[in-house]
């Protein structure tokens, strides 16, 4: 089940799958470690490009609303304003893991590439509540088969991938995904949207402007026990995507956009809660290689005019809003580590709830 099944009253027009991967080349691949009472994790993996030429530059930018998270790679995204390679997401303590794997897979897959430096973009939310985090149960190869499974098409959500022991606003989260159209004179571009959902207290959920958080106060082991973790706690990272060709820095504005999405879904940002925000153009292909050779040239980069960037900037809102619903509808109840329960979004009562608005 999806946002869209419920009836909700979502605003802006889909791609076919309503996903990220509606940005032709783009990828996702998952590796979802779920066994038994304490193992409940994995590893996301985006592909920018289709695996052929995912060595080939994006323009990108990142933003970061509260910096109590990690996303690897971020300085030298600042500094040349491009990424390249699979971008991971997966829990706080994988990291490390996570960063081999996508350099082993890079030497396996390209090696003349792996012979420059690399420095993978991986980031990461806590799954502590229902998983082993402490355990060393991802490792490089797992990253490597998230990879190796990335494909277009539909995207599967919820606990899945880096998901899989992720809470959203005291409900199960984990991973979602949403697209929108934007027509730009007789070309239409996608924007595409992917969360990894782990942030936001109960009281303050929304859904399509009606707060009903409150309403569904009951039922909340996370906030209504002696665990030590403040409500809200636990990050949200968010990648997006768009065949749109963009500079650098319009990248990191569509980046910025992304928590007025998560704000439409009730989150304030808790001082707890790492969000980071990557932001990336497949609309111009970028020099391949960080070493010169042969007679010096030029990059040339088409790109939207400013003046003409609003389009593109609702597109991130609406898509990453509907991303969090979408993780959120797709979210089951889980008991994982210690016996702690994450309970699923009450489809029934919020529907109930919606009808009454």
């Known amino acids: ?23 032709p080349g783009v990828e996702v691949g998952y590796t979802t470690l779920v066994s038994g009472d304490a193992v409940r994790t994995g590893v996301t993996a985006i592909l920018p490009r289709a695996r052929e030429d995912v060595h080939l530059p994006c323009a990108a930018g990142r933003f ?7 996303m690897t790679g971020s300085a030298l995204i600042d500094e040349i304003g491009s990424v390249r390679l699979p971008v991971l997401i997966t829990n706080t303590h994988a990291i490390g893991p996570c960063h081999r794997g996508v350099i082993d897979w890079v030497a396996r897959e390209k090696p003349a590439v792996a012979e420059q430096w690399l420095l993978p973009v991986v980031a990461e939310t806590w799954d502590g509540y229902l998983n082993d985090i402490n355990g060393p149960h ?17 995207v599967a959500e919820g606990s899945v ?5 992720m809470n959203c606003y005291a409900f199960k989260g984990g991973s979602g995904t949403s697209s929108r159209t934007v027509q730009y004179g007789s070309d239409t571009y996608t924007v595409g949207a992917f969360v990894q959902a782990n ?8 859904v399509c402007g009606v707060p009903v958080g409150a ?45 007025l999405g998560l704000a439409r879904t009730g989150t304030t940002g808790s001082h707890f809660s790492g969000d980071l925000f990557l932001a990336f153009s497949t609309g111009n292909v970028l020099t391949p290689s960080e070493f010169p050779t042969g007679d010096p040239g030029y990059d040339t980069l088409r790109h939207i005019p400013w ?43 919020l529907r109930d709830l919606l009808n009454r608005s």
């Not at 942030?199 to 929304?206: A, D, Q, T």
């Open 1 to 23: 089940m999806r946002a869209r099944d419920l009836g909700l009253r979502l605003t802006g027009d889909t791609g076919p799958h309503n996903a990220i991967t509606d940005v």
């Open 64 to 70: 970061s609303l509260n910096g109590n998270g990690e």
């Open 138 to 154: 991802i490792q490089p190869a797992h990253a490597v088969a998230a990879i190796d499974a990335a494909a277009g098409g539909p």
């Open 161 to 165: 991938g880096g998901g899989a022991g």
């Open 199 to 206: 942030f936001g207290s109960r009281k303050e959920l929304i």
């Open 215 to 259: 309403d569904l106060a009951d039922d909340n082991p996370m906030e209504d026990s002696d665990w030590m973790v403040p409500p809200g706690a636990g990050s949200v990272i968010v990648v997006i995507a768009t065949d749109a060709p963009m500079l650098p820095g319009q990248c990191t504005a569509l980046a910025r956009r992304v928590p």
């Open 307 to 349: 003046n003409r960037m609003d389009d593109f900037f609702a597109a991130v809102v609406h898509a990453v809003e509907e991303a969090v619903l979408n993780a959120l509808v797709a979210g089951e109840t889980m008991t994982g580590r210690l016996g702690r329960r994450s309970p699923g979004l009450p489809i029934d009562r």
